[in-house]
């Protein structure tokens, strides 16, 4: 072989390998946590950090939520259906939070368990449909959880249990 | 006149002939390996004078200002990387070498990172103490830099590249290259930040590596392509 | 459309003198030969095949000598050659570069900084690049620029030297060359001038 | 390079003005027609959403909006691909043509979806990956526009902008997959294509509708603006100059 | 040939065609006008990326940012203030010319401001809002890069100067004007922190007029000797 | 120490060539003598007085065109030249302008910019502020780099034609200039040299 074709065979090799390592290490990369984000079950069983700002996120328990009269101060509890944990925040939440939604916030977790917000967001899932069919099937499938929804337990388990709770608290009207 | 078949190649031999030049010339002028240190000073000891000089504060937002400083840093110097070469026919030399172009613009950007990205990344964690950076996230401060430098010094020399026959091209260099920095920054502060918390900070690790890899393999292929594309 | 039709051969032992007026395309040619430019339509051939199939080849045996030097101000003449020729695939010996600087008359100035020199002095560093390199293909743009009147004649018959030896020249120059081996040709771009305000549209 | 005659002359510029001279008046009728029903249908008469209300109905700008920003990208890489290996001029013409009018969606897509974060998760914007990998994809619109503009010789400028376009590319699976991979506050995907949309059909059928306006509108504009590019860039050939001199 | 004694010196003329020129050059090569900006914002929008992405926190760095991002804008864009000039030969004419060359530079930093610090003002308030700095910050933000950012290019055009001869100056550029760049900064963003806490601030204000009369007066002499004496 | 005891006095009317080899000073000297270097001891007078106390009327009455041309590259010529002689303190005329332009054979490249320009075109942009100046005193380096035989014989005539309309020229070149009018001397660096290792120690 021509000793400029070699070196180029060489070169390519050499190329392919890395491309090879890159992907493989991506593929390990996609499995860790990187953002922090910790379920209330998570929190609950401390594996959560103490002291740290974290990411967590759940359900707004219904009926958990109690506002100061003086302040914005609210305090709730987010659940996933596994676990629960009670969060404390100091100004305005936004127009989504409603108790059965899912948010996401951003605080520290305390050695009580206590999760103290610096910033409440209101998360949504995929799902887009009119109230009325919302509410059809809901009445038809309790357990329900929508055609296809995405892979996070989160949200699955979120639908789940927004669904109990409905009708915990038709039961208990 | 030999017979070009029985020649053997010696790109090593070239690369590191182009190695040694890049580092002779850049201790000749000492002041190229001095000033990116010097900047990467003082864009730290700004952000003190012009922010809130609050201990607590400051602690928080060291990564950044490190991170980003060190980014910075590397950005102004990589505007010379080919230019320089450009402007007195070397780079026309470059070319024309019988060596895949690819491999020589390898080695001009380890000896760019050896005089920048790798001085930054071993004076670190002297700023790190300066800005109250906690004890637990000066390594990982270190190590993000040692993996995350030379991705900076091989995303900026694909912007070096296109910008090399442009005028005043220190600028777009920047809108060129910032794009590709920013993973490189978010993932680095991020893991700094976890570690200073005691987060587990393996991920964002990962990430770098993958970028760095992906980094060494691709970027030289496209830093060639450019400078063959703009050498006109 | 600067030139169209243009077409020639080298073989070993020719030297190939490209004239025309200032702007008439001399350097545009030599960098579209040469692989630094590809604003052109048409084909070359290396040794028969076609130039982008061999780049390395022709790369390997060829030496081009542009308007900019080529050379780092910084760095002293010897350490120079050091890495033009790395860079040309060349083994450098000391003893091979410290005659090639003797013989462009820098000697004395090996260890000095490029640029403590002179634009002849310069230019001279390039010519002794040029002798050590061993290339077959010469291509030289204006090489007598910045060149004494000894130089020029000295230039001369190098390239002499080298077509007599079995190598080609390429060469753009005002200057007249003077042809003592009879191995001398001339391309006048003028007969193949297009439009020069329009510029690469064409073959050539 | 025998075999390729046939893709060049797919890729000439005369060919090309003919074809899209005929198809524009086509395009114009579509994409008004889908635009304006989509949207009127989207926006007035689709049912509220149960969780977001009317908030929601700015995702029938959105949406198409996100899709087409990555989409334009994805085609300037696919001209800058076909210009670096075959040296198609038009290529390059549809490259430089493109990258305002991607620039402009990727603008609409973070300014609505700025509108839209302010009343479902409580903020304009976050630093979450699917926003911020949306924000680096306007920089690197931004910076081919701006390579462009600062290289004087076309043909360069043109192969400069290809190799950026095609390093860029990498950054479109990461805004595509963001959500899949990091646990961002953005929503996942809604349109699947492997699998049922999670969307009601009285909703997705507007959205879908919106959709393809959005691309025929797009494909309007990039044919109008590239004929306009093709008659400057060939002024001097001998058909333009007929074509003009009529 | 005119006698010399008869012709009038038209200075002023001169001085209007340096600015025109580099108008001209700034606006043929878009990008040298738009580049600053794009940095600005670019710099602007790293430090969300790179720093906890909190509001508060946001809106309290927000002048320091926005003037830290102006200031590095405006020194990058004076590398080539006089490079380019001395590349191209231009400096040498700029030297032989028989009007003081005091009032050419002045000129030369004059076109510079409009094409960099003027551009970066009006921008300010955009990213004032980006980074949440509350309504009252952005009047006062404004006008102290108004008075700030001519200071800014005159003290870095003597930086420029004293490198012109340097091979990859950037940096040290940087070095030599940093120290003249801090009080600068420092009253600047003193003035938009006290104004955005709805304190007085125009003691803030005297001093950057203050820096500006001088530095309009004394930095021309000094550029231009500076020149002289590098040009060797 | 390049060269001491060197001293020449230049009348109206006088062209001096300064000779030498490559490295002998030359390109330094006419720095010195055009004020941009200061590297020497010893004293330049103009008019009969010492230059430090009278630059500024030296500048205006001389021109100095060195190995760069001066020229910005995003300009056309004719906007080069606007700067240029606005600099030399001259209210540039369009058509005294497009004159030189044509008188150097830039007719028709107006209103391109210089980056498109050739080499030896690049060099004749400054021929043409170089005539436009109205200059006394021409400080002219290697004038003939990069320009064609054509335009080498019209440069000749040029610099005849000034030195007969009472200028004086400066000149430094490797090409033997050919002497119409009887009033060109040489000055042959040679005769002065000092060490050329060592540099500017003592006066010339
Ligand atoms: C500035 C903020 C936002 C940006 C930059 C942004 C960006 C994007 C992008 C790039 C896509 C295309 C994703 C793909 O190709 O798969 C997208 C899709 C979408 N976005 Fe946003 N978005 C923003 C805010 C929002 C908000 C606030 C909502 C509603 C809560 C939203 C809802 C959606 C929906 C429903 C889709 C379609 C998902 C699919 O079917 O794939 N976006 N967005
Ligand atoms: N910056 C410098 N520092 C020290 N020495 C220098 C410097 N520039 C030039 N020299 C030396 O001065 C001498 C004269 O240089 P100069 O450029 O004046 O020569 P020249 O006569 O113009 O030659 P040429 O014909 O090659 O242009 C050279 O020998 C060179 O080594
Ligand atoms: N970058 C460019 N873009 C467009 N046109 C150019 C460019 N460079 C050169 N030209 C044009 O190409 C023509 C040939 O230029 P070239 O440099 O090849 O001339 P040359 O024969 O080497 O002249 P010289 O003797 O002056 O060196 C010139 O007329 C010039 O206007
Ligand atoms: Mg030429
Ligand atoms: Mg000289």
Known sequence: MNAVRKQRLILVLLLLLGVGAAVTLMLFALQENINHYFSPAQMESGEAPTGQRVRGGGLVVPGSVERNTESLQVSFRISDGAGEVTVLYDGILPDLFVEGSGIVATGMLNKEGVFTASEVLAKHDENYMPPEVQKAIDDAHPGYSSPGSSSQELQTSARELEVQQLESLNNGG | MMNIEQQSMRGGAACLALIRRDLTLAFRSPGQIINPMAFFLMVASLFPLGIAPDKDVLSQLAPGIIWIGALLSVLMSLDSLFKSDQDDGSLDQLLMSPHPLAMLVLAKVFSHWLTSGFCLTVMAPLLAVMLHLPGEGIFPLALTLLLGTPVLSLAGAIGAALTVRIQRGGVLLTLLSLPLYIPVLIFATGAVNAAAQGLPWNGHLLWLCVFLLSGLCLAPLAIAGALRVVSE | MLFHNLSFQLSPGDVLQIEGRNGAGKTTLLRIIAGLSSHARGDIFWNDLPLSSVYADFRLASFFLGHKPGVKMDLSPLENMHWRLQLKNIQPVESVLFAALGQVGLYGYEDIPCSHLSAGQLRRVTFACLIASKAKLWILDEPFTAIDIDGVAWLESLIDEHATNGGMVLITSHQPLSDHKGNLRKLKLEDFAGDALEVFDDEY | ?246
């Not at chain 4, 839209?116 to 690197?140: E, H, K, N």
């Open chain 4, 1 to 246: 390079m025998m075999k390729w005659t046939f893709f060049h002359k797919l890729g000439s510029p005369k060919w090309f003005y003919d074809i899209s001279g005929k198809w524009l008046p086509w395009l114009q009728i579509t994409s008004l027609l889908s635009l304006v029903v989509a949207l009127i249908w989207g926006l007035a008469f689709t049912p509220p959403d149960y969780l977001q209300g009317n908030s929601y109905r700015i995702i029938f700008i959105h949406v198409p909006a996100s899709f087409l920003a990555q989409a334009i990208y994805m085609m300037m890489a696919t001209a800058a691909a076909v210009l670096l290996i075959w040296r198609i001029k038009l290529a390059d013409m549809a490259l430089k043509v493109m990258a305002p009018i991607g620039a402009s969606f990727c603008i609409l897509s973070l300014a609505t979806g700025a509108i839209w974060g302010q009343p479902t998760w409580g903020t304009w914007w976050v630093w979450d990956a699917r926003l911020t990998s949306m924000l680096i994809l306007l920089f690197l619109y931004i910076g081919i526009i701006a390579l462009r503009g600062a290289i004087q010789t076309s043909e360069v400028a043109a192969k400069a902008c290809a190799i950026l376009s095609l390093v860029g590319v990498v950054n479109i699976p990461i805004i595509k997959y963001s959500v899949n991979w990091w646990n961002t506050l953005h929503q996942g995907a809604t349109l699947k294509l492997t699998e049922k949309p999670s969307m009601a059909p009285e909703m997705l059928w507007p959205l879908l509708l919106a959709i393809l306006g959005f691309y025929l509108f797009f494909t309007l504009v990039m044919f109008l603006r590239l004929r306009v590019e093709i008659l400057s860039r060939e002024k001097k050939t001998r058909w333009v100059k007929a074509l003009v001199g009529e």
